[in-house]
């Protein structure tokens, strides 16, 4: 879809502006099914390097970030080449079963481990269990309808002009100022060197950016998968 968007957008002369979000991998978070949100995340950076290689970076300001984080974790140290989806390898819990690697803070996986909880009395075996098939979903500690979102930091890419002013922790309001400032917009239009930047290229906010002028706009969004 992000191809053919900038496919039909490059036929215009005056610049565009496009904003791409790989919105499945929330939903997967929501569940507690890392399977889908990593896939999600492949399906993502297979988009970024499509992206980059249909726009010139020379006129087009591309920014990769993401608007929130989720509740899960990789737990423990797992030796280097172990599943990522598999069972955690580098120590024994204190109850002698297996865990997986990736585990959820909260969310509706909580409800069979409350259920092993008062049947067996302990956390559910994953022992014989493929936890690496896209339909495991991964276990839970506080039962809810939906997983929610974390409060990490996330981090945010960009290349192209003005992308050396993306550094360091900011607030999320810094981004859109410094697309105005790029595109030549509101508060930022009369600044120096916009003066060559005619109105409707300044339109090009996202994705795309030109040296002193910007003939596109590129925005990808995705949820951070750690």
Not at 96 to 110: D, K, L, V
Request: hydrophobic fraction near 35%; glycine fraction near 8%.
């Amino acid at each position: 879809m992000a191809e053919k968007a900038i496919q039909i957008l490059q036929k215009n002369n005056k610049g565009f502006v496009l904003f791409v979000e790989g919105g499945r991998i929330d939903h997967a978070h929501h569940d507690n099914h890392a399977y889908g949100a990593l896939t999600e995340a492949v399906t993502f950076d297979n988009t970024v390097e499509k992206v980059l290689s249909m726009v010139d970076t020379k006129e087009t300001l591309i920014i990769v970030t993401a608007d929130h984080s989720h509740v899960n974790s990789i737990s423990g140290d797992p030796t280097r080449g172990n599943p990522i989806l598999g069972l955690q390898n580098d120590e024994i819990p204190l109850d002698g079963m297996p865990y997986t690697t990736i585990m959820y803070a909260n969310g509706p996986s909580a409800a069979k481990v409350l259920k092993s909880f008062n049947v067996t009395g302990h956390r559910p075996n994953v022992t014989d269990i493929d936890t690496e098939s896209k339909d495991y979903h991964q276990d839970a500690l506080v039962p809810l309808e939906m997983e929610t979102h974390g409060g990490e930091d996330v981090s945010l890419h960009a290349d192209g002009p003005y992308s050396h002013l993306f550094y360091g922790v900011r607030e999320q309001s810094y981004i859109s100022h410094v697309i105005q400032y790029a595109a030549c917009l509101s508060e930022y239009e009369d600044r120096v060197g916009c003066n060559d930047v005619t109105s409707s290229t300044g339109y090009i906010i996202h994705f795309t950016w030109l040296k002193a002028t910007l003939t596109g706009l590129l925005v990808l969004m995705l949820n951070r998968v750690w």
